[in-house]
Nanobody
Framework: QVELAESGGGLVQSGGSLRLSCASS????????MAWYRQAPGKQRELVAT??????TNYRPSVKGRFTISRDRKGSIYLQMNNLRPEDTAVYYC????????????????WGQGTQVTVSS
């Protein structure tokens, strides 16, 4: 059973920085594309950033230049958030597609439980 667990959220002042981490666990053959999403109070979940297996990244315009998504060989993904704004306040979720060995192998889409990011004025 593959799981994702976010960490690194918290309370920060405007202009501050946070680094979110999301660790994967379980039997994993291959990790495909990964992404960070967020959901602000009263709003729908929105895509923040994506990163492919090859390392290609994509960001929503409002975070471009401030946020950086990355991944490592240990099954973790990260979101470095700089120059945070109150509008960035949301629960942040990591998402990834995993190829698992469960015969005859299968691709599964997994979500983390979310971590709260609050940016004060």
């Amino acid at each position: 059973q593959v799981e994702l667990a976010e960490s690194g959220g918290g309370l920060v002042q405007s202009g501050g920085s946070l680094r979110l981490s999301c660790a994967s666990s379980g039997q994993i053959v291959f990790i495909r594309d990964m992404a960070w999403y967020r959901q602000a109070p009263g709003k729908q979940r929105e895509l923040v950033a994506t990163i492919t297996t090859d390392g290609a990244t994509n960001y929503r315009p409002s975070v471009k230049g401030r946020f950086t998504i990355s991944r490592d060989r240990k099954g973790s993904i990260y979101l470095q958030m700089n120059n945070l704004r109150p509008e960035d306040t949301a629960v942040y979720y990591c998402n990834a597609q995993f190829l698992v060995p469960s015969p005859p192998f299968q691709l599964t889409d997994i979500w983390g439980q979310g971590t709260q990011v609050t940016v004060s004025s």
